[in-house]
Nanobody, 120 residues
Framework: QVQLVESGGGLVQAGGSLRLSCAAS????????MGWFRQAPGKEREFVAA????????AYAASVKGRFTISTDNAKNTVYLQMTSLKPEDTAVYYC?????????????WGQGTQVTVSS
């Protein structure tokens, strides 16, 4: 079992920055993939970024590449999503995700989500 707890969401103006954190407990092997998805009102949940606990296998959605950075702190069992140059279209509930494989899909575990709102 893996438990995921997100934090760091909030309200920010366009152009601003936020850092999301996802604290993981339970089975966190270095080969497992971790990542972030987001879901805006009335839209499907979409992939944002992925990484494994070794810091490899980085992947980003085209819409966030160059603005968001995913990273891990193995000592704290925490995955971060640093978001810069935020846009109103980044507004969504952001979910931390974990798989039991080297790739993020299929997702095996989800966090509860944290709201990010970007005002124009």
């Amino acid at each position: 079992q893996v438990q995921l707890v997100e934090s760091g969401g909030g309200l920010v103006q366009a152009g601003g920055s936020l850092r999301l954190s996802c604290a993981a407990s339970g089975r966190t092997f270095s080969s497992y993939a971790m990542g972030w998805f987001r879901q805006a009102p009335g839209k499907e949940r979409e992939f944002v970024a992925a990484i494994n606990w070794s810091g490899g296998n980085l992947a980003y959605a085209a819409s966030v590449k160059g603005r968001f950075t995913i990273s891990t702190d193995n000592a704290k069992n925490t995955v971060y999503l640093q978001m810069t140059s935020l846009k109103p279209e980044d507004t969504a509930v952001y979910y931390c995700a974990a798989s039991l494989r080297a790739v993020l899909l299929p997702v095996a575990y989800w966090g509860q989500g944290t709201q990010v709102t970007v005002s124009s």
